[in-house]
């Protein structure tokens, strides 16, 4: 990799560069399925957090062309993305899950807003294998709408579930961690992942701090990346509640406010 100030893209000039950021564990499969297309540029970093995977994932993502970060143990999600961040350079930083393809021509577009909009953590629209709209935004974290979520996947018709339409710029409460994006200088600012919190919650954790200095969480219609979404199953979940109800007692202690509540906000702020 190189350093350069700036970078064509497409024929788009970048103005500074990007660090793509990914966290693996056992995760080799939804590599080869989702990133094996991926051509980098020089200025456009990507680094590989594993987490003591026990299949292929470093020697895969090595293969395609990342830098790869292999530990001795599962730190969790959190804060293997803050390893990723302590080591990348970037300007903008996009947190991408090992089931999200990133479409690189869109960066320029990604960095174009955040840089009209630096206090923003934004977010592509993200689409199913099937291009269906997937709710990646998501609406105010009461547990209320937490717990449906989990258990009937009705979020959507209370305005917890939220997709960005074409020609749409969307605000939401907090946006699903399998890709977040934003300025370096910004996500110091508000503070890294919560390393509190092993697995789930750190998002919607990210996305109220951020709204606390000021800042929003908006998704982008007219960017759709696809994200291969294996969602729990929506029966009850002993292993799932395990590993959700540490998070959830963290995340509800924090904020005390969202235990009662039932109406998740909706707000679009832009229409192109």
Same mark, same amino acid.
């Given at each position: #990799?190189?350093?350069?100030?700036?970078?064509?893209?497409?024929?788009?000039? #970048?103005?500074?560069?990007?660090?793509?950021?990914?966290?693996?564990?056992?995760?080799?499969?939804?590599?080869?399925?989702?990133?094996?297309?991926?051509?980098?540029?020089?200025?456009?970093?990507?680094?590989?957090?594993?987490?003591?995977?026990?299949?292929?994932?470093?020697?895969?993502?090595?293969?395609?062309?990342?830098?790869?970060?292999?530990?001795?143990?599962?730190?969790?999600?959190?804060?293997?993305?803050?390893?990723?961040?302590?080591?990348?350079?970037?300007?903008?930083?996009?947190?991408?899950? +090992?089931?999200?393809?990133?479409?690189?021509?869109?960066?320029?577009?990604?960095?174009?807003?955040?840089?009209?909009?630096?206090?923003?953590?934004?977010?592509?629209?993200?689409?199913?294998?099937?291009?269906?709209?997937?709710?990646?935004?998501?609406?105010? +974290?009461?547990?209320?709408?937490?717990?449906?979520?989990?258990?009937?996947?009705?979020?959507?018709?209370?305005? !917890?579930?939220?997709?960005?339409?074409?020609?749409?710029?969307?605000?939401?409460?907090?946006?699903?961690?399998? #890709?977040?994006?934003?300025?370096?200088?910004?996500?110091?600012?508000?503070?890294?992942?919560?390393?509190?919190?092993?697995? !789930?919650?750190?998002?919607?954790?990210?996305?109220?701090?951020?709204?606390?200095?000021?800042?929003?969480?908006?998704?982008?219609?007219?960017?759709?990346?696809?994200?291969?979404?294996?969602?729990?199953?929506?029966?009850?979940?002993?292993?799932?509640?395990?590993?959700?109800?540490?998070?959830?007692?963290?995340?509800?202690?924090?904020? +005390?406010?969202?235990?009662?509540?039932?109406? +998740?906000?909706?707000?679009?702020?832009?229409?192109?």
């Amino acid at each position: #990799m190189t350093d350069t100030a700036s970078y064509k893209l497409n024929g788009d000039l #970048m103005s500074a560069r990007w660090s793509l950021i990914t966290v693996t564990y056992n995760s080799a499969a939804k590599l080869r399925q989702y990133w094996s297309e991926l051509n980098l540029p020089d200025a456009v970093e990507w680094v590989v957090v594993d987490n003591a995977s026990s299949d292929d994932s470093v020697a895969v993502a090595q293969e395609l062309g990342a830098r790869v970060i292999p530990l001795p143990r599962n730190v969790g999600f959190g804060a293997a993305n803050n390893i990723g961040f302590d080591v990348t350079e970037g300007a903008y930083v996009a947190f991408v899950n +090992p089931d999200v393809t990133p479409v690189l021509d869109d960066l320029s577009r990604l960095a174009q807003h955040l840089s009209n909009n630096p206090n923003d953590l934004v977010a592509p629209q993200l689409v199913n294998d099937d291009l269906s709209l997937q709710p990646n935004g998501r609406g105010r +974290p009461y547990l209320s709408a937490k717990i449906v979520n989990r258990l009937r996947d009705r979020g959507g018709r209370d305005g !917890y579930l939220l997709v960005a339409q074409a020609g749409e710029v969307l605000e939401t409460d907090w946006l699903m961690g399998a #890709m977040v994006a934003g300025t370096r200088d910004r996500i110091k600012k508000i503070g890294v992942w919560d390393e509190r919190f092993f697995v !789930y919650y750190e998002d919607s954790d990210l996305g109220l701090r951020n709204a606390a200095h000021g800042g929003r969480s908006v998704v982008l219609g007219d960017i759709r990346w696809i994200h291969g979404w294996a969602r729990e199953t929506k029966a009850p979940s002993l292993a799932a509640w395990r590993l959700e109800l540490p998070s959830m007692v963290k995340f509800y202690s924090r904020y +005390p406010n969202l235990i009662l509540g039932s109406s +998740p906000h909706r707000r679009r702020v832009e229409a192109k």
